[in-house]
């Protein structure tokens, strides 16, 4: 480490309920590792109005801020708490909550990235040339981008639109879960190119490497390696396996929510646990084999069958994630899912509707529908041209052929 005389400054853009989770395990760590990491967290905030709930333990205690609505970032760093994404967990002092985007970003050599996937477009054209050219991005965005030229992965167009390196992370990790420091693995994906980073002692200017075009990373500042990562999101009660694969990692933590949504529907329709397992095994098939045939060598079959990003959080995701219980009451109740959302999430967002229909669109574009009978029959579940009861028969392949 000799030459080191910097240290990482990390930036979270996104606090929603997997946004402020992850700001809390990061800042955890900054705190733990002073010698890397500068302290402070800069966290992102949506800025919006909020009234105090009743039931929060700040309602009587602060009668000032239960008046009336006040700013999020004004509440979380008065009371430690985003008292609207992430309700009854404190907050580490040194996590700092900011409207100003850019103010966020400035001078951040870590991005994170936490945000629903529909809105990380527009953030990162907001923050477009005000990055610090040799930061380095980590993508905990499930989803995937579909645009005209093909089917994209989050963390590539934020590396691109950036042009900085981007991993990502993803795993078997429901928010609220991990903020009350119950126990979980997740995975990360972390592949630089080769000559990353300058030897103590080269030139301390941003050089880049000559094929990919990105900035290493100047020799003042410690290495970011796999151990870096583990050292900034691992927790005791958070473990962390870090792997090169980025398009198995995010493609896991993208589809999974197309999955969950089925078992919700067969949840819903009170079919039981073999329904569930059925279209849990057909799930984690489509993964391994939409990874294959659309991101070739560069997806490993077995990131989806060995790492929490694959087979685990699509056990989570089909037994309590958001995806899957509002699907499972909007069959139940027979409402529509959007409305489901809107009534029970309290602004938090599902992601598993828009990414059924964009893994469609892309589908449909390659001729492909047949092949993901499971994928296909959801979004046609969601766009009313089937029925969840028509599940069974839809997961033969050929139904789709035919159609
Ligand atoms: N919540 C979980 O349990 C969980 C766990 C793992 C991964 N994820 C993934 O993490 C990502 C982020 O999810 P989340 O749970 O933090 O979000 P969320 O579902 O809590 O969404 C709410 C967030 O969206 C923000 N928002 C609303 N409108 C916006 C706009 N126009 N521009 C920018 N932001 C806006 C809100 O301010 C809030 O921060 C998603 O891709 C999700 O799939 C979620
Ligand atoms: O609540 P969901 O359905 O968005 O899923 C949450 C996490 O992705 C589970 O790992």
């Known amino acids: 480490m000799s030459g080191v005389t910097k240290k ?41 109005d909020v009234q105090l709930s ?58 994170v990235f936490n945000l629903p996937h529909q809105f990380i477009g527009k953030t990162c054209d907001d923050i477009e040339g005000h990055v610090v050219p040799f930061a380095r991005g980590i993508s905990c965005i499930k989803g995937v981008e579909v645009t005209d030229d093909g ?55 941003p050089s880049s490497n000559s094929k990919s075009g990105l900035k290493a990373i100047p020799a003042e500042y410690p290495e970011l390696c796999h151990a870096s990562m583990k050292k900034l999101f691992h927790r005791p009660y958070f473990h962390v396996r870090v792997t090169d694969d980025v398009a198995g990692v995010s493609l896991g933590g993208a589809l999974k929510n197309i999955v969950a949504l089925a078992a919700g529907f067969v949840d819903g329709l009170g079919w039981g646990d073999n329904a569930k397992a059925a279209i849990m095994r057909v799930g984690i098939m489509e993964e391994v084999k939409f990874g294959k045939m659309f991101f070739g060598s560069s997806s490993k079959p077995e990131t989806f069958t060995e790492e929490s990003c694959g087979v685990a959080d699509l056990i989570t995701s089909c037994s309590g994630g958001r995806n899957f219980r509002c699907a499972k009451m909007s069959v139940a109740e027979r409402v529509d899912i959007h409305e489901i959302e809107r009534r029970e ?19 449909k574009a390659n001729g492909k529908e047949g092949e993901f009978p499971l994928f296909t029959a959801v979004h046609y579940i969601l766009e009313g041209k089937a029925r969840p009861e028509d599940l069974p028969e839809l997961l033969e392949p050929t139904v789709h052929e035919k159609s």
């Not at 390196?165 to 126990?183: D, M, Q, R, W």
């Open 345 to 363: 999430l309290n602004g938090q967002k599902l992601q598993g509707t828009s990414t059924a229909a964009e893994v469609n669109s892309f589908l």
């Open 151 to 205: 089917c994209h992965l989050f963390s590539d167009r934020i590396g691109e639109k950036l042009g900085i390196y981007c991993g990502a992370l993803s795993g078997a990790n429901i928010a609220n879960e991990v903020a009350l420091e119950k126990f979980s693995e997740t995975t990360i994906a972390y592949a630089p190119p080769a000559m990353d980073h300058h030897e103590p002692g080269e030139s301390s200017a």
């Open 54 to 111: 009743k039931d929060s333990k700040h309602y009587k205690a602060n009668s000032a801020l239960a008046s009336k609505p006040q700013k999020l970032t004004h509440l979380i760093n008065e009371l430690h708490e985003n008292v609207k994404y992430l309700a009854g967990i404190s907050l580490p002092t040194n996590l700092i909550a900011n409207a100003d985007l850019l103010d966020t970003v400035k001078g951040a050599t870590i991005l």
């Open 8 to 48: 990482h400054r990390v930036a979270i853009v996104g606090s929603g309920n997997w946004g402020t989770t992850i700001a809390k395990v990061v800042a955890e760590n900054t705190r733990e590792h002073p010698d890397e990491f500068e302290e402070e967290v800069q966290m992102w905030v949506f800025e919006e």
